[in-house]
């Protein structure tokens, strides 16, 4: 068999392939996957990261000597999470899933401070318009004790120029969390949780 022939022959062989699995993995498709799973895709900061992140700290949190000294669940206010990283990180939804997880122990509760502006709209709506006697008190309003705050801090190194097949990077993160007596203004708890993940691109590929 020369080469023309053999070139041939194997080109026919791949085409029957094709044909014979109907060219599945030309085809995009879809599949529900469990979001329970770790999953990285890139060394980049993901949904897996967001979800370990805040229920490693919500554990951590509710067994701490703070936690274990209330007689009464605590109100809490949520703060902000700061983002210091270079990507797009939505740190308002690891704020809200972290509350979310702790909210669901019934062992803290926070005032909704997103909202006061409606609360206050509808409070006033009540005092004018609303039945006698069943209306909602102004001015009445829980305080909270403590306030949450943090951040998500990124660091980014990649590998020396060099002669290679593929790049590798790698990405650490320091999520840090406090928490904050609004009366005395003392830190009465803090933690933070790393994770360094490294990942590589061939050069040329699809």
Known sequence: MNRRTAITTSLVLIAGLLQSSGCAMFRASTKDVDPAQPQHATAKYDDTDLRVLTETVAREFLASPLMTRQAQP???????IQNRTEQHVDTKA???RMRN???????VQFVTEAQRDEILKEQEYQAKQGE????????????????ITGSLVEIKTDEPRQVRLS??????YNF?????????????WNVQKEIKRQASKPLVGW
Not at 74 to 80: D, Q
């Open 74 to 80: 605590p109100l809490m206010r949520l703060g902000a």
């Open 94 to 96: 690891l704020a809200e």
């Open 101 to 107: 997880l702790l909210l669901q122990s019934n062992k």
């Open 132 to 147: 006698k006697g069943t209306q909602v008190a102004a001015g009445q309003q829980a305080n909270p004790r403590y306030m």
């Open 167 to 172: 790049r590798k990077e790698w990405r650490y």
């Open 176 to 188: 840090n969390v406090e928490v904050t007596d609004l009366q005395s203004g003392k830190l009465e």
